[in-house]
């Protein structure tokens, strides 16, 4: 048990110290009957004072984990393993559900679900940090056996982890999709958004295009990593990134952002580009839409590469040159691990897919114009 330790951040300390210390009971890492690391090794260990340690300690006692005993020390407790009940009910968590990618991946995870004899309870947080909480708390009192989760605005710091760890200390088993929190060592289903980045920079420099702008979303992971793969493509190829080029909007401005009004300011940032990669498929959607509203035309003018694959991407007035999404694999994916998870609680999965770039009539050659 030697080696560097780190606590939960989002937990008084010495709360932190006894999840620690459960932890290694449950798992038996420290064993029934054996002697409690003393005080003084913990204190050095974690950094903590000798209060704080106690606390800890008092918390192990009250739940009978451990037992004090006077002149010879603390010792470990047998952990009785209850027989958890089983509701046949998974609580799936999206940010949005009626458009775009979401049904596929309900559909996915519904199909698995059915034929296993579950049910599924569904909550949506419309990319809200608070709804998220309302969500969450809510499926705690809702008898679920596991929990499918897209997680609220990934790329910012979160407050709702502490109910997140309420599930994992009742024994939910919690896979999170499409991204995670980095805090949280957790499971997780998502696609490999730098390399998505990366394709869909290779096909519009292969076709010609060196000047290339971005638009990206920055409270959401995929948003984060998308431009990583850009960046990384870019600087491979030898070429400059112009970061005036480079926009950024989040979940609250996309409407602002890409309206009428802002049309001038947009053809302004992207004077000079050839091509530009756009965060996802319904955002390419709407400024082709918006772009034809003036001289600025697709791909003539400007070629797009998007990401998801959706089923927009096929009926947009361009169809889209655009990065694969799993969709409604994922979605069986997750259900079928969360399953698993349920009868096998040391399971884990920790999976990325790999995307493909579908070419369709959203680029043209550069050279071609």
């Not at 949005?96 to 698995?112: A, H, M, N, Q, R």
Request: hydrophobic share 35%; proline share 4%; aromatic share 8%.
């Amino acid at each position: 048990m030697g080696g560097v330790f780190i606590l939960n951040q989002n937990l008084p300390k010495y709360l932190a110290v006894s999840e620690w210390l459960k932890d290694n009971i449950k798992n038996q890492t420290l064993k029934p009957g054996e002697k409690l690391i003393s005080e003084n090794q913990l204190c050095e260990k974690f950094s903590i004072s000798r209060q704080t340690v106690r606390q800890a300690i008092s918390v192990l006692e009250k739940e009978g984990l451990v037992t004090r005993i006077q002149g010879s020390g603390t010792y470990i407790n047998e952990v009785v393993q209850e027989r958890k009940p089983t509701y046949h009910n998974i609580g799936l968590v999206t940010t949005y559900l009626d458009d775009y990618i979401f049904p596929t991946i309900i559909s996915g995870v519904e199909k698995v679900l059915s034929r296993n004899k579950y049910n599924m309870t569904l909550r949506l947080t419309r990319n809200k940090v608070q709804n998220e909480r309302v969500q969450l708390q809510s499926l705690l009192n809702c008898n679920v056996d596991g929990l499918i989760v897209e997680g609220t605005k990934t790329a910012l710091p979160n407050p709702n982890l502490d109910v997140y760890q309420s599930f994992l200390d009742r024994g939910i088993p919690v896979i999170f999709i499409n991204a995670y929190y980095h805090s949280l060592n957790c499971n997780y289903i998502v696609n490999d958004d730098i390399q998505g980045g990366r394709l869909a920079t290779r096909y519009l420099t292969q076709n010609g295009h060196q000047k290339i702008a971005g638009i990206f979303k920055h409270d959401d992971l995929q948003g984060s990593l998308r431009y990583k793969g850009f960046i990384d493509e870019m600087y491979d190829q030898n070429l400059k990134v112009d970061e005036h080029c480079v926009i950024w909007y989040s979940t609250e401005s996309k409407d602002d952002q890409f309206s009428l009004e802002q049309l001038p300011f947009l053809t302004k940032k992207l004077k000079g580009c050839s091509a530009v990669i756009c965060y996802n498929d319904q955002l390419a959607m709407k400024l082709i839409q918006l772009f034809g509203t003036s001289n600025l035309k697709i791909p003539h003018d400007l070629s797009l590469v998007s990401f998801d694959d959706s089923s927009l991407s096929e009926i947009s007035m361009v169809p889209l040159t655009t990065v694969t999404h799993p969709g409604k694999e994922l979605g069986r994916l997750a259900a079928e691990s969360i399953l698993t998870m349920i009868k096998d609680p040391s399971y884990t999965i920790k999976h990325t897919y790999t995307p493909t770039l579908i070419t369709r009539d959203s680029v043209r050659p550069f050279n071609s114009k």
